[in-house]
Nanobody, 126 residues
Framework: QVRLVESGGGLVQAGGSLRLSCVTS????????MAWFRQAPGEERKFVAYIGWSGYSTHYTDSVSGRFTISRDNAKNTMYLQKNSLQPEETAVYYC???????????????????WGQGTQVTVSS
């Protein structure tokens, strides 16, 4: 059974930082490109960042580029999202996701991803 479990969310003041983790099990982690999405209250879930299976390829939505860093440790079956200079509008539930490398679609598209975590809440106070 494949499981993705996010952690590291919480309450932070505007301008602060958090590091999210996504621990996986039940899949060969190093074979799966991964991503982070977020869903703010009353909004659709949106793409945040992507990382290829080796960790060398990354892609960010424009609003977080330069402030967020996605990374992975294939030896630990874990992906991370370091978030700096957080803003109140980034309050959301953050989800990690994985897709089979044989599948092809835009990395920002939810439909590409086969597996999802349950999400972790991040609240940024002003």
């Amino acid at each position: 059974q494949v499981r993705l479990v996010e952690s590291g969310g919480g309450l932070v003041q505007a301008g602060g930082s958090l590091r999210l983790s996504c621990v996986t099990s039940g899949l060969t982690f190093s074979n799966y490109p991964m991503a982070w999405f977020r869903q703010a209250p009353g909004e659709e879930r949106k793409f945040v960042a992507y990382i290829g299976w080796s960790g060398y390829s990354t892609h960010y939505t424009d609003s977080v580029s330069g402030r967020f860093t996605i990374s992975r440790d294939n030896a630990k079956n874990t992906m991370y999202l370091q978030k700096n200079s957080l803003q109140p509008e980034e309050t959301a539930v953050y989800y990690c996701a994985a897709h089979d490398a044989d599948r092809s679609d835009s990395v920002t598209a939810e439909k590409l991803y086969d597996y999802w975590g349950q999400g972790t809440q991040v609240t940024v106070s002003s």
